[in-house]
């Protein structure tokens, strides 16, 4: 069973616009919750989490919201640029049942030149 | 510091033999995964140790899988005999307790 969903494989956008990827996730115990960035042949890079007590993080381009009634959380990067070409993966954990993640299974974004 | 070092990048064997990963995790990481990546899919957790404890192994193949963490640091991760069904990417990654998990590069296997 998929608890963390990520229903958008692929997504393109213009330089300069808007990149917004999505996550749905299905547990009411996870309280933390992160985005890692994959590039071919590496391994995810941590990129930037929220603690369920907040409903927004940022840190420079990066913004990840963070809806629990939803259960529902974003990632918003602006602008976008071709180096964030990229596999965005949204991840979650309950620390109270320990360090254990639950991965989505990836969008694929394109930033177009 | 130094990142999750992961050994070898690259593997390529017949069918039926044996291969063996290597993970080196973050100085002071309590907490050591290894996951496995298939195409188009997240990785999704093979075995978790808190320091030498195996405390989530329900997803590892027993029947030919076995990885072992000795003196908490270190892990190795063993395939015996592997299928063709196994190729796929290996990833380590390590944590402490309120952190992110991160992650190494990744072992590429392919059998073939």
């Known amino acids: 069973d998929q608890q963390v969903k990520q229903n958008s494989p692929s997504l393109s956008v213009q330089e300069g616009r808007i990149s917004i990827l999505n996550c749905d996730y299905t547990n009411s115990m996870f309280d933390y919750f992160l985005w890692y960035k994959k590039y071919p042949a590496e391994g995810p890079t941590f990129l930037i989490s929220?603690?369920?007590i907040k409903d927004k993080n940022e840190d420079g381009r990066f913004t990840v919201f963070l809806n629990k009634s939803a259960k529902h959380l974003s990632l918003h990067i602006v602008p976008s640029q071709p180096g964030d070409s990229a596999v965005y993966f949204c991840?979650?954990?309950?620390w109270g049942t320990g360090n254990q993640f639950y991965f989505g299974t990836g969008t694929s974004l394109t930033v177009i030149p | 510091e130094a990142g999750v070092v992961q050994s070898p990048r690259y593997k390529i064997i017949e069918k039926k033999q044996p291969v063996a990963f290597w993970c080196n995790p973050i100085s002071g990481h309590n907490t050591l995964y290894w996951y496995l990546q298939n195409l188009g899919q997240g990785p999704e957790l093979l075995i978790r140790?808190?320091?030498?404890?195996?405390?989530?192994d329900s997803q590892l193949p027993k029947d030919r899988f076995s990885a072992e963490r000795l003196k908490g640091v270190d892990s190795t991760l063993k395939i015996q005999p592997a299928e063709l069904g196994d190729s796929a990417v290996y990833l380590c990654a390590s944590s402490s307790q309120g952190t992110a998990a991160f992650f190494g590069q990744g072992t590429r296997l392919t059998v073939v």
């Open positions: 140790y808190e320091n030498e404890e195996a405390v989530d």
């Open positions: 929220i603690s369920s």
């Open positions: 991840a979650a954990t309950a």
